[in-house]
């Protein structure tokens, strides 16, 4: 950020570290670390900031006796020489990315023209600038009032120290920020942990370099760091044309896709091509941004030097527009600059008031539909607008949109699972990001063989309907979440249009793929189009249309992972809005004969069927009764689990967003309190019961059991079309019935052996599996176990026929299950004790899913319950707690200087409980309460 030389006085004395904000006001000197590390061509320590520039100095070349030249060639057999005209290129020998048997790595010394390996895609000012801004210095940190007042601060020893848990130091943002926390400026602030959310996006030490996938397409391309000598070499192809020529050879070349292509499309991919290398460059630079005109000066690329003369010859291949074909009155508004706007704007005399240009576009936009008079001339009120704006408007250019649709499929058939990253029309897939960070070692995804079968689209014709598909999908969604509901309904009336005209062939064809690639096809994409217009109806009071539609829905044979959720909408629409109890009762009914309607959405729907019924109005009570003598009648409550309820300092957060932050005073410094969230008060709480080790990862720690415990049959290659693409972290039919159904036999005999195992030989096996496939991208969360002993004492607590009992009800149904799981996880290694802990804090209500993971917990054998945190109230605030105070003669005598206040279950009702009277529940534990 610029800031003038003069903004700061060089004689004001300031803290060491400011805080955010005396880092904008200018009022804070920072002391950055100054990073060093060694170069990866001599070996010598320097700084991190200035790697690039000592790979280009003579000092590092000075040291290359030892080092192997790699020469390599162009396709014409002609060496690549560098900006010295030498012959050899200095680059790094390619790793082999994926395992291959029967070959043992060579160790070569190269010299490697690139930055350390741990050096990640932002640069050095971007890492300077988080580490200023999420600096957790524990001793040095200042608050904004004292930032403000630098001149006249007071060093001497802090009143209070205010201690922040490992959640809110991480990052303090999610509740209320830094400043809000701090009580007064006299108050010390103390970070707790190593991590800051700063650092996720730091460097990280280099994993090993992987290929996507495996199978007879060519090996992933090494990357090659772009380094200031590689920039100002004409000839040097840098590593993002690499990558997207690579992808385009894949799939043109390597697959049977290229018969989805027109003979025009390839020869425009072949005209690509044949483009000079600057060229090349500069039309995947700006492939890769949004897909909008962009003004010339906002086109610099120190890599390119005539840009002029490169975009030239992509407008003379029809790769590029130029200023000359931009007529688009929407496209020239947005392109302009604000004040060129207030100019047109006040030639055509706009009515408007504002001066703020996102709210003059719209007005000239809407202006510029008004006739102009009873006879149309083709100098229309639009066109002179936009004639007037061209002439404010600098030069400009566009991708061509025809010459870029077949370009940006090469990108998504290359992996159809990265397409719905593109759904946003003018977005580009995260096809080449994906490849970057692999062959970069940021990210190692599972090795698997690519097993392709299924033949998704018939013809050019159903993929064409695919992509236009997606888009009116999107348009509709944005329409939704934008509250346009006059723009959303036309869009609906088009994508219902377009439901009716598909042919009964392709909607056969499209129910015989398997059911995880149905979403792959124009129908699935419509039908999820159709399913978001059902919101958009409802937020126009349109609930007739809206139950049409929905029992249209669910007339459908595709896509039934929904079901649940349209019968949940039709029950409410029907009882709610039209007043039709009879009605919702026989949706009701029909969901529940539904076998694709499951878990939570079940419950959801029992529940309505007993609010209709319980409603004295309509005298339903008998209808009840019939309900209840179903086999499969199951309706659990809040009030059948078991339930703790505690409460604890909160500090007052009217007025401020963010979560709920808790106050913990320190048992041995009486001066130091910890602020932490609701979940670490739990955590808190738990460990002055003797369980001490615990952890806030929600449903982390099953699915990570999952994955370790049966990772070679979640990534079996003997299923056909579960791996079509590269990049895959999980199979396609991953969250579908299919993923169960198609590895049955390997999943009983799996947890026939859990069964069996002693809880040493379970724990071994996890332990295995973690230091095994450690950081490769998968259902499994590396982060919440520190170390692999950790997880080995954790899963030691765990009886083995419990833990598949868990495992086996996520494997047969993920979808419906990976939601709901506890938050906590707490356990004692030396008892051999754990427990699972749903926390709800103030105002909080479970869920269904909730409701029933915490009675399946309980009934196979782990132990769980619900925690309610009721607050006391803010330090210095008012008492908040619905709770009334109790007398101190029932203290606890292991909580003696404990914060936190345990309520009687019977006496002290939840928040979430509606019922009335005082009479306990024999779930419910009891225990004496003490006061902070």
């Known amino acids: 950020m610029a800031r003038s030389q003069s903004s700061k006085s060089k004689d004001v004395l300031v803290k060491p570290h400011g805080t955010i904000q005396s880092f904008f006001n200018g009022t804070a000197k920072v002391k950055k670390k100054v990073e060093r590390v060694s170069c990866p061509v001599c070996k010598r320590m320097v700084e991190m900031s200035k790697i690039n520039n000592h790979m280009d100095s003579q000092e590092c070349l000075e040291n290359d006796d030892d080092i192997e030249t790699v020469t390599i060639k162009d396709t014409n057999g002609d060496c690549v020489k560098d900006t010295n005209g030498e012959d050899n290129v200095l680059t790094s ?46 001793s040095n940190f200042s608050s904004s009032q004292q930032s ?35 009580p007064s400026p006299d108050a010390k602030v103390i970070h707790s942990g190593t991590k800051t959310a700063a650092q996720k996006y730091r460097r990280t030490p280099t994993k090993e370099k992987r290929n996507l996938f495996g199978g007879p397409l060519p090996e992933m391309p090494q990357h090659d760091p772009f380094t200031p000598r590689k920039r100002a070499n004409p000839e040097y192809v840098p590593y993002y044309v690499t990558n997207f020529e690579y992808v385009i050879g894949c799939v043109i070349d390597c697959t049977d896709d290229k018969n989805l292509f027109t003979d025009e499309e390839l020869d425009s991919i072949d005209n690509y091509r044949s483009l000079s290398l600057e060229a090349r460059k500069l039309y995947v630079r700006l492939f890769n941004r949004k897909h909008v005109w962009i003004s010339n000066d906002k ?5 390119i030097p005539d840009i002029v003369k490169s975009a030239e010859e992509l407008n003379k291949f029809n790769f590029l527009e130029l200023k000359d074909s931009l007529d688009d009155l929407n496209d020239l508004l947005h392109l302009l600059h604000a004040a060129d706007v207030k100019i047109l704007a006040k030639d055509f005399n706009c009515g408007t008031k504002s001066s703020n240009k996102a709210e003059l576009v719209p007005e000239l936009i809407k202006m510029s539909k008004r006739k102009s008079g009873f006879f149309q001339t083709a100098n229309t009120l639009e066109s002179k607008m936009v004639k007037k704006g061209k002439s404010l408007v600098g030069a400009c250019c566009k991708l061509n949109s025809k010459t870029r649709s077949p370009l940006l499929r090469v ?42 079968v299924a033949k998704i689209f018939r013809n050019r014709d159903d993929l064409i309907a695919f992509e236009e598909s997606v888009k009116i999908e999107d348009r509709i969604e944005q329409a939704v979440m934008n509250k346009d509901f006059e723009v959303g309904y036309e869009v609906y009336k088009d994508i219902l249009k377009m439901y009716e005209e598909f042919e009964e062939d392709y909607i056969e064809h499209v129910a015989g793929l398997p059911v995880f690639l149905q979403r792959y096809s124009a129908l699935a994409v419509i039908i999820v189009g159709l399913s978001k217009a059902v919101d958009l109806l409802e937020k126009m009071k349109n609930h007739a249309e809206a139950v049409e539609l929905l029992r249209r829905l669910l007339s459908n044979r595709v896509l039934d992972r929904y079901r649940g959720y349209w019968y949940e909408r039709l029950s409410l629409d029907l009882d709610s809005h039209l007043k039709k109890p009879e009605a919702a009762l026989v949706a009701v009914e029909a969901a529940l004969n539904d076998p694709k309607v499951r878990v939570g959405r079940r419950l959801l729907l029992v529940q309505r069927a007993v609010k209709i019924c319980r409603t004295k109005r309509y005298n339903l009570a008998s209808e009840l009764e019939r309900f209840s003598c179903r086999d499969d009648w199951d309706c659990p409550t809040v009030e059948d689990l078991p339930t703790v309820n505690i409460s604890g300092k909160m500090l007052n957060r009217e007025g401020l967003t963010g979560k709920s932050v808790f106050q913990v005073p320190e048992s041995i410094d009486t001066g130091v309190v910890t602020y932490c969230s609701v979940e670490e008060f739990c955590l808190h709480h738990y460990s002055t019961l003797g369980l001490a080790e615990g952890l806030h ?30 990049g895959q972290a999980l199979p396609l039919d991953w969250d579908s019935d299919h993923f169960y159904q198609a ?29 095994k496939n450690h950081g490769v991208v998968s259902l499994v969360n590396w982060n919440i176990f520190n170390s692999e002993e950790r997880l080995r004492l954790m899963v030691l607590c765990f009886d083995p026929v419990s833990l598949a009992a868990v495992l086996e009800r996520m494997l047969v149904d993920h979808r419906s299950t990976r939601s709901g799981l ?29 409701i029933l993971w915490v009675r399946f917990l309980n009934s196979v054998g782990v132990g769980t319950e619900v925690c309610h945190v009721l607050p006391l109230g803010s330090l210095g605030g008012t008492n908040r707690s619905p709770v009334k105070k109790k007398s101190s003669a029932n203290k606890s005598p ?39």
């Open 93 to 138: 020998v390619k790793r082999k990315l994926c395992d291959i048997e029967d070959s043992k790595p060579v160790e070569k010394k190269v010299k490697i023209d690139c930055e350390d390996k741990s050096e990640d895609v932002f640069n050095d000012e971007d890492d300077e600038l988080i580490a200023d801004l999420f600096h957790d210095d524990v």
């Open 148 to 182: 403000n007042s630098s001149e006249k601060e007071n060093f001497s020893q802090p009143s209070q120290t205010i201690k922040l848990s490992r959640s809110i130091s991480y990052n303090p943002s999610q509740f209320g920020g830094l400043h809000n926390l701090s």
């Open 299 to 303: 086109i610099r690329y120190d890599e």
């Open 411 to 452: 990108l998504c058939l290359w992996g159809l699972n990265s397409w719905w990253e593109s759904r946003e029309e003018g977005g580009t897939p995260g096809t080449l990001t994906s490849i970057l960070l692999t062959n970069q070692g940021h990210v190692t995804y599972p090795c698997y063989q690519i097993n392709r």
């Open 697 to 726: 990862a929600e449903g982390a720690v099953f699915n990570s059991l999952l994955g370790l415990l049966f990772w070679e049959i979640v990534y079996s290659p003997d299923v056909p079309d579960a791996f079509r693409d590269p």
């Open 743 to 771: 590895r049955k036999e390997g999943i009983d005999v799996r947890l026939a052996e859990l069964r069996g195992m002693e809880r040493e030989e379970l724990a071994r096996e996890v332990v295995d599996s973690w230091l």
């Open 822 to 850: 506890p938050d906590l996880t707490v356990w004692d290694s030396g008892t051999r004790e754990i427990r699972c802990v749903e926390v709800k804090g103030p105002g909080d209500r479970l869920s269904t899913k909730q």
């Open 894 to 932: 292991n909580k003696k200087n404990s914060p936190i206040k345990q309520e009687t279950s019977g006496s002290s009702k939840s928040p979430n409980k509606r019922t009335s009277g005082s009479s306990k529940s024999p779930n419910k534990r009891t225990s004496g309460s003490s006061k902070s």
